[in-house]
């Protein structure tokens, strides 16, 4: 027995000298210092792992794309005012869309805008409370800060207005008081019906408006539905309702649009929290406040009638609106056929509900300043949302509260320097797999740009897990194994201690990132994506180390505890991971620059690491025996992935590739008005990575000649080519320009209708004459100065060539008449009295005929004829005319 006592205590000592830990379960090794079996799981069963977890993605994809009940007019009683009825709103959705694209300024639009008056008139006349309704038509105009910005002038705008009058009523002189705002357009862009963007959220309006019309009793506040008609012009609907009288008492606006379709609309714009606190008691709420972070940035290239109100109208509230399925934005897939049942009933469920609790809370009958909040939903269960001040004081609290989780790792293992050593070794653990993970992705990455084709995600949006997603995990577990195969032979520590030691590593890694983001400025919005997950991890690593301090777990056991504890966190990260996949994926598909593969790629890469802070540390549970053979079988299937070349368009389906095709004429005159330069053709606007250079192989056997764009782009303005939206002027240098007949011929023309000087200052008059879209380009001569201009916008340049300042005006007669009423301007220069006598400005007129099928000769139309059913080509027709003053 004296024997048997000696051997452990020597056997103690041994694993003492080695390993200075005391009070956890360190003793699990036989005298060979052999690892038990029961204290591992095989290494196959990793893969049963990965099984769930992806399994738990597509549950959160399930439920992302989870609708409601279609609810038919039958299922609702007469006296019912408080549901809304998707069956009817597809009856209005029919309506507002009719069968062809509504551009503001085309015929079409004036006749959807007259069967839209109708509609709403109609609703007036059967209405129970008070309904006033108005067409109005305004002209104006206004600076716009876009990424290259340019006085947006609009001439003879319609919008379309409904006020479902309420307890604060009206002014003597017409003009509401406190009124709740609710806004979409019912316009569309060129060649596209427009059904998610933004037909939906109208024909959801129309729906609310006829059930609350059929109420007893007022709101507190009047509801003023706005249709906006001249939304995609840009945002020129929207300011032109500002000088609206129905304007002057609205305290907040719903902003309702779509940049995709399908899934629920989310808030991803929020300037009243008080509206995001009434939104998250909705059924289903949905929203992310990174989504706004990427939207302030300009990661998302789109913009809505929010700044509107926001900038101009100093009216706050919340941006809703469509994001998935962004491959049909702006697209002729974007039809009603399209549209899956539920969605609209998700919609307007939402739209009715959130209505109902603002337009009867006293506390939206004062407007409040702009005030930013952090809000992020769970699970489209409850919507979670805090000021930014209060950002602070949560975030420092996980921060001390994982702080503490650390502490409790370190008091159960033993307070001493080694401790705290093996820590940090672990720390650095975490960060060699973090860095592996990167290194293989952007290794495979560079590989694939290099001898595939980008954006094969956008037709697959599956290969993101098994060309970014599963090597990450593989490269970061084979790290994980190694280092800790090297640490184990330092250590005496269990399996299941060096696991929860790694979730303490990374939990003094994002607690560290956190901090560094506590004292960066204007990341409130972000924070949270760190904040949650470390939240839900340390609750779970101290329920563990509690398990473990009192309990000699086995593998297994330890593994079934971890999945389960984990799972609350993943249940916050991937639905978050799909929505954003969902975001960006499509983007890329109008991205006209960059590498849009490794934009999805880093993206993919920081969302597994926010996925790793959940699950840090699993994987040691796992043997290494085999597991070389199981990475490398699965890897194996990930390299055969990389390589299939799919397409990333869709002859058939969703996945199409967008193409704008100008057929131009582009005329230079001097100061005598005498042609001295003509040229035409057909203009390919850059609109991704492929396109240009897709039309140049489909166009090969056309035998039109290819301008070289060099000389010209070093020469003159945006190279001397059609320009419709300014924001496509910087990519004008890559796109395709072939010879070709010109374009059938519509009126258009800009002449100066007087000059005079007085001193150094001169004052030109024009007068402009055109289709109902036009664009101006300003550069005066060097020398000169542009010091004044009849728009009410202020005056500022928009851009430089040559060093010479350039000034942009957009500009539309927003609604169709049979002549549209000319633009008359006038330019004040400054201008040295030498140099009078001569040119002193340049002024290009870009003339735009864009919704006009019929206008189109036919040589051009065989020309759009003979591409990929892929190719989405929204052609218009453009005379450019350069002109000297």
């Not at 420092?396 to 705290?420: D, E, H, N």
């Amino acid at each position: 027995m004296s024997i048997e006592r000696g051997n452990l205590k020597s056997i103690r000592t041994s694993l003492t000298a080695k390993q200075p830990y005391a009070g956890v379960p360190s003793m699990d090794y036989d005298e060979a210092k052999q690892e038990k079996p029961w204290q591992r799981v095989p290494s196959p069963y990793i893969l049963l792992l990965l099984g769930f977890y992806l399994l738990l993605g597509y549950c959160a994809q399930l439920a992302e794309d989870a609708m409601p009940a279609v609810i038919r007019d039958r299922d609702i009683a007469a006296n019912n005012t408080n549901t809304f009825s998707e069956e009817s709103a597809r009856r209005y959705l029919n309506i507002i869309l009719g069968d062809q694209p509504r551009v503001a300024g085309t015929e079409y639009h004036l006749e959807k805008a007259q069967d839209l008056k109708k509609l709403l008139d109609d609703v007036a006349s059967k209405a129970s409370l008070p309904v006033r309704t108005d067409w109005q038509f305004v002209s104006g105009d206004f600076w716009i800060e876009f990424k290259i910005p340019h006085a947006n002038v609009y001439q003879n705008l319609s919008n379309i207005v409904a006020v479902l009058e309420g307890d604060s009523g009206f002014n003597p002189d017409g003009s509401t008081r406190e009124s709740l705002l609710v806004n979409c357009h019912y316009d569309s862009v060129p060649y596209a019906i427009g059904a998610s963007d933004n037909g939906i959220f109208c024909a959801a309006m129309v729906e609310v408006l006829v059930r609350l019309s059929r109420r007893k009793k007022k709101f507190k506040h009047n509801i003023v539905f706005l249709f906006n008609g001249a939304e995609e012009n840009p945002l020129q609907g929207s300011h032109g309702f500002i000088s609206h009288p129905w304007f002057k008492g609205v305290t907040n606006v719903i902003n309702l649009d779509s940049a995709g379709m399908n899934g629920k609309a989310q808030v991803f714009q929020a300037t009243d929290p008080r509206m995001l606190s009434a939104y998250g008691h909705t059924n289903r709420p949905t929203g992310q406040s990174v989504g706004q972070f990427l939207f302030s940035t300009g990661v998302i290239p789109s913009d809505t009638d929010f700044r509107i109100w926001r900038d101009f109208g100093n009216v706050q509230g919340l941006d809703i609106a469509f994001v998935k399925w962004g491959h049909v934005y702006h697209t002729r897939n974007d039809r009603i056929e399209h549209v899956k049942p539920g969605v609209v009933q998700c919609a307007g469920d939402m739209l009715l509900e959130l209505i109902i609790r603002l337009s009867d809370d006293d506390a939206f009958k004062q407007m409040k300043p702009p005030s930013s909040a952090v809000y992020f939903d769970y699970m489209n269960v409850i919507l979670v949302t805090y000021s930014d001040n209060a950002a602070y004081v949560v975030d420092t609290f996980v921060c001390l509260f994982a702080a503490l989780s650390i502490l409790y790792y370190i008091w159960l293992v033993g307070f001493r320097m080694s401790t705290i050593q093996e820590l940090l070794w672990a720390l650095a653990g975490r960060i060699l797999c973090t860095v592996c993970g990167l290194g293989v992705v952007a290794l495979c990455t560079v590989l694939m740009v290099a001898t595939t084709t980008q954006m094969r995600y956008l037709s697959q949006p599956w290969i993101i897990v098994a060309v970014y997603w599963i090597p990450y995990i593989i490269a970061a577990t084979a790290a994980a194994h190694l280092f800790d195969s090297w640490r184990t032979k330092k250590t005496g520590l269990n399996r299941s201690i060096r696991a929860s030691q790694a979730s303490a590593a990374t939990r003094l890694l994002v607690l560290g990132a956190l901090v560094v983001l506590l004292v960066t400025p204007d990341t409130a919005s972000v924070r949270y994506l760190l904040t949650v997950p470390l939240l839900f991890s340390t609750c779970a690593s101290i329920i563990l180390l509690t398990l473990l301090r009192y309990f000699r777990l086995s593998g297994w056991q330890h593994l079934l505890i971890e999945v389960s504890l984990s799972t609350p966190a993943l249940l916050f990260v991937l639905p978050l991971a799909v929505r954003l996949s969902a975001l960006l994926v499509p983007i890329m598909g109008r991205l006209p620059n960059g590498q849009p593969d490794y934009v999805i790629a880093a993206a993919s890469c920081l969302l597994c690491v926010l996925t790793a802070v959940c699950v840090s540390g699993i994987e040691l549970l796992f043997s290494r025996r085999r597991l070389w053979y199981v990475a490398g079988a699965t890897s194996l299937v990930c390299v055969v992935i990389m390589f299939v070349p799919f397409s990333p368009y869709q002859e058939d389906g969703v996945a199409v590739q967008r193409h704008t095709w100008f057929h131009s004429e582009i005329v230079s005159y001097d100061r005598n008005g005498s042609v001295v330069e003509r040229t035409s053709g057909v203009l390919v606007t850059r609109w991704d990575v492929h396109n240009v250079r897709s039309a140049e192989v489909a166009l090969r056997n056309s035998g039109l000649n290819e301008r070289d764009l060099k000389a010209d782009c070093e020469r003159h303005p945006f190279c001397n080519l059609p320009l419709y939206r300014p924001r496509l002027g910087e990519y004008l240098k890559d796109s395709l320009f072939l010879f070709m007949e010109p374009p059938k011929r519509f009126d258009h023309s800009l002449r100066m209708t007087s000059r005079t000087c007085v001193g150094d200052v001169c004052r030109m008059q024009f007068i402009m004459t055109g289709p109902p879209h036009n664009t101006l380009t300003i550069v005066p001569f060097p020398n000169v100065t542009l010091n004044g201009w009849s728009f009410s916008s202020p005056l500022n340049h928009s851009s430089f060539h040559s060093n010479q300042p350039l000034y942009l005006v957009t500009h539309s007669t927003a609604t169709f008449s049979p002549s549209f009423e000319p633009l008359v301007f006038s330019l004040t220069f400054f201008v040295p009295r030498d140099l009078q006598s001569q040119p002193f400005v340049r002024i290009s007129h870009d003339a735009h005929r864009l919704q006009d099928p019929e206008g189109l000769t036919p040589a051009f139309k065989r020309l759009t004829e003979s591409v990929p059913k892929y190719f989405n080509i929204a052609p218009s027709v453009c005379f450019k005319s350069n002109y000297e003053f």
